[in-house]
């Protein structure tokens, strides 16, 4: 299967994704010392006007560090990019001391003797208010090692057509429904060459930004082996050197 066709929300999408997701490999990373993370790709459905607004946009001089901007149309908005089944994405709280006001997926730190499926619906619940129950989980990606020293486990989850969400405004600043549609845009994925590393940094565009690794990682998989039915591994993508803190 290739390509995202027409989608609509409901069971025959889950079932889709469930069904695809089952089928993947999915590669597992050791710890070796690194801390083990979860973040929860929460599947809804989104509406273009309800649901298409981005009243924080990056400004222009935050895009600093962001590599191959100059030939992106960078506006630092994702307003306009709802519409059908969608994937909650969050701008992080310009207050927090790590990775303020980047993109993120709800997710967080595994606590001691805690699975990491729980830690992806905690976090989901502590961030945006939404509470789901383990058996909204559809399937599980492929470990991303982190610059910052983390190992995450992506865990996609469910999410209803229409959840009602209350996000903590001292971890987040704004939540959005980006739809499967954006996700699986012809110019998607960027690959960048930078000269701190040897490996891509993959940028995921959303309407006029640019969605890095860790989260830009997690969202291209998402996207080859949950909609699309492919087996890609993304483990070697790169984060730009902004994120490596």
């Known amino acids: 299967m290739s390509g995202p066709g027409e989608l609509s929300f409901g069971d025959e999408f889950r079932d889709?994704?469930?069904?695809?997701?089952?089928?993947?490999?999915?590669r597992a990373i050791?710890?070796?010392?690194?801390?083990?993370?979860?973040?929860?790709?929460?599947?809804?459905?989104s509406d273009a006007v309800a649901h298409g607004d981005d009243p924080h946009p990056a400004l222009p001089?935050?895009?600093?560090g962001i590599p191959g901007a100059d030939d992106y149309p960078l506006t630092g908005s994702v307003a306009g990019t709802a519409g059908g089944p969608a994937v909650l994405l969050t701008r992080r709280a310009a207050t927090l001391r790590a990775h303020a006001g980047q993109w993120a997926l709800p997710g967080g730190r595994v606590d001691i003797d805690e699975e990491p499926s729980r830690?992806?619906?905690?976090?989901?619940?502590?961030?945006?208010?939404?509470?789901?129950?383990?058996?909204?989980?559809?399937?599980?990606?492929d470990d991303y090692p982190t610059r910052s020293g983390y190992v995450i486990t992506p865990f996609v989850f469910w999410g209803g057509a229409d959840?009602?969400?209350?996000?903590?405004p001292s971890e987040v600043q704004s939540v959005h429904r980006i739809s499967v549609h954006e996700l699986c845009r012809p110019d998607s994925p960027r690959l960048v060459a930078i000269p701190e590393s040897d490996r891509p940094v993959v940028q995921i565009p959303i309407g006029g930004d640019l969605i890095h690794a860790p989260t830009g990682a997690v969202l291209l998989?998402?996207?080859?082996v949950?909609?699309?039915g492919v087996t890609e591994r993304v483990a070697h993508l790169e984060q730009p050197v902004f994120a490596w803190r």
């Open 16 to 26: 889709r994704l469930a069904a695809n997701l089952a089928r993947h490999p999915r």
């Open 30 to 45: 050791e710890l070796d010392g690194r801390r083990h993370a979860a973040v929860a790709v929460v599947v809804v459905d």
């Open 221 to 224: 998989q998402f996207r080859r």
């Open 226 to 228: 949950a909609v699309e």
């Open 61 to 64: 001089q935050e895009w600093g």
């Open 119 to 141: 830690t992806a619906l905690r976090e989901l619940h502590e961030e945006l208010g939404l509470v789901l129950d383990d058996d909204r989980c559809l399937g599980v990606l």
């Open 163 to 168: 959840p009602a969400l209350a996000p903590d």
